[in-house]
C-alpha cells in the first residue's frame, strides 16, 4: 500500500527522527510513504480569518497532488495535520473558499477536498490495525508506564478533525498497548503546551508544560510520547525534574526492530532501550 | 346562482383602524352573487351574530361570508349562527382580514385594497360551496394509557375514576417510572416514595384499571373513537397468578452480576428480579439474556426454591388485541447520554454523577443504603461541586436546544438536602442562570443560598480534572469576580439534559401523532390545546410533550384524562365532512397518494367501473373519512387530479385565486 | 457607520462569528488556559464586539496570550467560539501597517538552537503580515 506522504518543514530539520522512525517503520508494517514533490510549508498554524485564502493553498497543493496520485495524503506532524485536514474540510464544504482558492490554483480539475487526510496514527489503527501492529513488534515495551500527550491540535476542533473523542483519546493509548507498554492516563493530555507563544513567552509555556509533566509523573508515568515537534519543545524545554519526551514513531521504530535502518539520527539512541 | 351576504367586521379599532370597512361592504355589493353588506363593531357579539341571522332569513341567503379575525379564533361561532338561522354550517367562509390584513399593514389605502381582494377570494369561493354533511362514528369507551410513570398514572386513575375501562401499558416489569427513583421532591421535599406508592397501589387495585407491565404497543389501527391495538405482553417467565411475591428466588439466584436499570447501573441485580421493593405488580421477571438456563440450559434454581411453582421458562409472548376509543402517550423522558461531555470526566471518574445517579445514592433503598458516599472508595465526600445546564440550551450538535427546566429545582434540592444532613460538607453549584418559575420555587432556591449556605457561583465548569490522589479539580469561572476558579472536589454531579424517552419516536409512528425535531409529541395548539396532539383522540400526558417538573406532570395529566373523558363519554362522533374523495374515473391506482397520507387514512380497492361504457375492475383509491384530517396532501399529489376535497375543492380554490388576480 | 461599528462588523467578518448567540454562560474561560494572562477575558470578548468597543481589544494583551488550543471553541456550547473573535481582533492589529508584534530585530534574542522550524512559521503567521 502506498499512501502520499506530506512531512513538513520541521520534519526535515529539527525533528527528522520523527521522519525516519516513521518511514523505516512504515517499511516493516508493509506500507510506503511517498513523498510528494515540491511540498510548501503549511504554515504552522490554520489560518482562522474566513477571509484568507493565499495562507491556504500551500495545502490546497498538497491536498490536489495526492488527488492526483489517486492516494491518501498521510501527515504526521501534529501542525501539518491540523492544518492540511482543515483546509481540506474548507475546500469541501465552504463554498466561497472553494471557489477563490480555485482561482488561485488554476488546476485542470477544480480542487474540492477529494483527498482523504490520514494522519499516521490513523494510518495505524484504521489501515494497519492495531491488532496486526501488536502481532510485528519484536521488542516490546513490557512494564513500561507512558503517558500519551496528544496537545491541541490533532484533537481540536472534534468536529473537523474527527480523530478522536477531543475530550477522552483513546488512539495513543491503543497504540501504547500494541507496542506492549501500558499506557498512563492522565487529564492533561490534552491541554495545550503553549504552541509558539514560548518565543515570546517563554514563562507561559513553562507553566503549562509543567502542569502536564505534573499530572503525567503523578498519575504514574515514565516517560511522555508524543506527535509534535513543537510540543516536544515546550515539553522539555520547560521540564524541571520532569519526564522524558519521546517521538511516539521512535518507540514504534524500536518495538518493530528497524532502529537501525534509521541512521542513528537521534544522539541518545540508547536511552529509550536503557530506561 | 347563490345569494350571498358579507358582513365585515371591525373588532373594534382593530381592523377599523387600518381596514376602510364600510369600503369592503359597499365593494362586496359588486360581487356576483352578492344580495347583501354590512359592517358592524363586533360581529362575533351576540348583536352581530343575530345581524347576520337576520339578514339571512329575510335575504334568503345561501351563503355568507364574514370578513373578521383568523377562522382559528371564531369559524366555529359564525358556522353555529348560521346553522341556527336554517343555514348549512359549511356555506360559511372566513376572509380573514385582522391576522393577513390589517395588523401587519400600517397603510389603510393599501390595507383596504388587500381587504377588498381577501373578501373577493372567499366570495367567489362561497359561490362554490355546496351543504355538507358530517358523518358518524362510534366510540369504545375504552382508554389506552401509553406509559406507567406518574404521568401515566394519574391519568389512568382520573379516566377510571370517571367510570371507563383504562389498560395501561408499561415496558419495564413495574409501574413507577422515573419519579419512582427520585428520593424527595421539590418543593416541599416529600419523599417521592410516600407519595408515589399510594397512587400506584389505588391504580392495581382500581377496578377498572388494567396494568400490562414487561409490555409493550406493537400496532396500532383505526382512528378516534374506534382504535385496534395489539400489545406485546413479553413472557415473564414468572406466572402471574400463582407467584406469591416472596422473593426467594431473587435471593437464591446465582446470576447476579447484571446492572440494576432502577440503580442506573450503581449495583447489580439478580436474572430474576423485580426493580424495586414496591413494585407493581410485585412479580420478578426472568431477564433471559442473562439468565444460566436460558443462556446454557443448565440452572434452575428459581423453579427449585419456588414454593409456589409459579415459574415457567416455557412461557411465550402474548399478543392482546383491544379496541379503544382514546390513547394517552405518556411515555416519559431519561437523561442524555454524556459521552460526548468528556470534559466533565463522567466516563473517567466514578465520583462524577449524574443528578439521577446522586438521586438514587441518597435513596434509603439506593446502591448505598442512602449514604452520601464516594462511589470509587467509599469515603465520604466534604466538598461537592454541582454543574447546570450538562447538554442543555446548546447551540452546537452535541446537546440539547431546549432548557431541560427541572434541573434547577432539584440541584437546590440536592444541595440543601446533603448541608441539612451532612453541615460539614461544602457544596457549590456552577449555574448559568437560576430559573425557578413556580410556586414557592424561588423561595425554596433562596432557602438553599441563605438558610443552608450553598455557594452558588454564576459560571460554568471548564474542566474536571481528575487528580492523582483520587480527588477532582474543577476548573471554573466566576463571573461575577471575573477569576478562574480551581476546586478541588471529592464529588461532581452533572445536571444532564432530559430528553424523551427514545421509544417514542416509534410509538408515534404507530399512532401517527407528529413530533418535534427533539423527539417531543407536538400538541395540537400550543396554548389552547395543550394536551391534544394534532391527530383526534391521542392525548398528551407529561413530559413526552416538553419538560415538566412533577406538580405540572400531575397537573397536565388531569387535564389529559379530561380531554379523553370528553371523547369517551359521547356515543357517536361526528366527522369532519372536508375529506378528501378520488373519482373513481380518473384514479389510477398508482399508490402516490397513500404514500403521501400523513394519517394512513387512503387504502385500495378493486371496484367495478363502468368508463364511459367500459366495464372494467380497476384498482381504486378509497379514503376513510374517519382518519382523513383533510389536509390536502394527497390532492395535490395526485398525478391524475382524481383526488379532490370537500370543501377545498380544487374549483373552489382555483376560483380564488382567479378573484385574487383579477 | 462610525468607525468603531465598522471595526466590530469587520471583526464579526472574519471571524464568522455572531457574538448575539452567546448566552453568557462563561465556559469559554472556565476552559482557557491562558485565562490569568489575559486583562480581557475570552468572555468579554464577545460582549467588547456587541457593544462595539473594538478599541480596548486591539490594544488588549490578551491578543498575545491567546495560544489558539481550541479549547473555548471546542467547548462552548452556544457556536460562539470566542477564540475566533480574539484571532480576529489580532488579525486587525497585524493587518495594519505597523501591526506587527513580532520585528526581525528582536528574533536574534529570542532564539535558541532548539527551536523548531514549526515554531517560527507559526508564530510568523499570528505575529505578523
Redesign the interface.
Known sequence: MKYSYYP???L????KALDDYARASALALGFELEEISEWQ?C???Y?????EIA?KLSSVRALNAAKEKGQDLVTL?S?CHHVIKRVNDDMKNVEDIRTRANNYMALEEPYAGETTVLHFLEVLRDRVGFDRLKEKVVHPFTGKRIGAYYG?LL?????ILEFD????PRIMEDFIRAIGAEPV?Y??RN??C????????AE?AKG?CDKIHK?AS???ADMLITA???C??NL??SQTGGLPVYYFTELLARALGVCEACGNSREEDGEVTSL | MQRVGVFVCHCGSNIAATVDVKKVAEMALMEPGVVHAEDYQYMCSEAGQARIQEAIREKQLTGIVVCSCSPRMHETTFRTAAQRAGLNPYMVEIANIREHCSWIHKDMEEATKKAVLLMRAAVAKVNLNTPLRPGESRVTKRALVIGGGIAGIQTALDIADAGYEVDIVEKTPSIGGRMSQLDKTFPTLDCSACILTPKMVEANAHERITIYTYSEVEKVTGFVGDFTVDIRKKARSVDMNKCTGCGVCQEKCPSKKTPSEFNRGLSTRSAIYTPFAQAIPNVPVIDREHCIKFQTGKCGVCAKVCQAGAIDYEQKDEIITQKYGAIVVATGFDMIRLDDYDEYAYSQSKDVVTSLELERIMNAAGPTKGHLERLSDGKAPKEIVFIQCVGSRCADNRGKSYCSKICCMYTAKHAMLIRDKYPDVNVTVFYIDVRTPGKNFDEFYRRAVEEYGVNYIKGQVGKVIPQPDGRLLVQGVDLIDNRQILKEADMVVLAAAIEPDPDVRKIATMLTASIDTNNFLTEAHAKLRPVESPTAGIFLSGVCQGPKDIPETVSQAGAAAVKAIGLLAKDKLLTNPCTAHSDELLCNGCSQCANVCPYGAISYEDRQVNDHGIREVRRIAVVNDALCQGCGACTVTCPSGAMDLQGFSNRQILAEVDALCR | MTAQKKQAEQIKEISGVNPLKCMKCGKCSASCPSYNEMDIKPHQFVSYVINEDIEALVHSKSLWKCLSCFACIERCPRDVKPGKLIDAARQLVVRKKGGDYLSPDEMAQLLDPEIPQQLLVSAFRRYRR
Do not use: H, I, Q
Not at chain 1, 489560518?47 to 477571509?51: A, E
Not at chain 1, 473523542?165 to 477522552?168: F, L
Open positions: 513538513g518543514c520541521t526535515r530539520n529539527k525533528a510549508c504554515g504552522g498554524v489560518p482562522l480569518g474566513s477571509d495562507t506532524c501542525a491541541c484533537l481540536r476542533p472534534g468536529r473523542n477531543p475530550e477522552n492516563l487529564p492533561y491541554e495545550c503553549g504552541g509558539y507563544v514560548s518565543l515570546k513567552e507561559l503549562m499530572s503523578g498519575f504514574g509534535c515537534p513543537l516536544m519543545y522539555n524545554k
